[in-house]
């Protein structure tokens, strides 16, 4: 033990696979440095309105809803809640006659009703205050209940004949 506590520190040498790694590293950061400065390099600067606007840069920004677009709004809204949810179930009513889970009937029965729902909301729509500015979406979607209505009656008619090209249609 005693040969131990006596023997004189070695110097520190380095050994090949010591210098191997340094190499490796320094290496590593000259290919690290060089893309930085090519990437830097070749980078197209933003413009002031690109960093503005971070990932909305380049659209216009909308103007507030005025009073009368606000109230066509929440007019509409209750009665789109309920045309969405219809039309789901609809959807739905399909796919579960597809995958043979409902029939020809049932059919019939879960998507007649959905006809006068669709009817109902193009006359509560139609009914509305529409602001001039709001006339070309509120047409649109008078036009999208129309096609939902139009819809529900071509699904209807599965009932009659079993042709699945109604599904299709509708």
Request: proline content about 5%.
């Amino acid at each position: 033990m005693s040969s131990l506590s006596n023997s004189a520190p070695s110097p520190t040498r380095f050994g090949l696979k010591q210098i191997g790694i340094a190499a490796l590293l320094v290496c590593l950061g000259v290919v690290a440095a060089i893309a930085m400065v090519r990437e830097t390099r070749d980078a197209p600067k933003p413009s002031a309105a690109q960093t503005a606007g971070g990932a909305y840069a380049g659209h216009q920004e909308r103007p507030a809803f005025s009073a009368e677009e606000e109230a066509y709004a929440l007019a509409l809204w209750p009665i789109h809640e309920n045309v969405k949810a219809n039309a789901v179930r609809m959807t739905f009513t399909g796919l579960s006659y597809k995958m043979k889970d409902i029939d020809r009937a049932a059919v019939k029965a879960h998507v007649s009703p959905l006809t006068k729902v669709f009817r109902e909301a193009r006359s509560q729509t139609d009914q509305l205050k529409v602001p001039a500015t709001m006339s070309a979406q509120h047409a649109r979607y008078l036009e999208a209940l129309q096609l939902y209505e139009n819809a529900a009656v071509e699904m209807a008619k599965v009932a009659q004949d079993g042709n699945d090209e109604h599904l299709i249609k509708a």
